[in-house]
């Protein structure tokens, strides 16, 4: 599951970079956090970030 959620973290990442006009992205990077959700639920959250670039 973890794999899958950051495959679509990566997935968002580019059709964002994308939709800014973007045909790379440098320096991408994931951060995680764990948190309880409630009544003994534990939610993970994965996030990708970098810098949209375009390379001519």
């Known amino acids: 599951m ?5 495959d679509d973290a990566m997935l968002h990442l580019a059709e964002h ?7 790379a ?3 991408m ?4 956090g764990e948190f309880d ?3 003994g639920q534990a939610m ?3 996030t990708a ?3 949209a670039v375009v390379v001519e």
């Open 2 to 6: 973890i794999a899958q959620t950051r």
């Open 17 to 23: 970079a994308r939709s800014l006009g973007a045909n």
């Open 25 to 27: 992205v440098l320096g």
């Open 29 to 32: 990077r994931f951060d995680s």
């Open 37 to 39: 959700s409630g009544q």
């Open 44 to 46: 993970n959250e994965i």
């Open 49 to 51: 970030y970098g810098t």
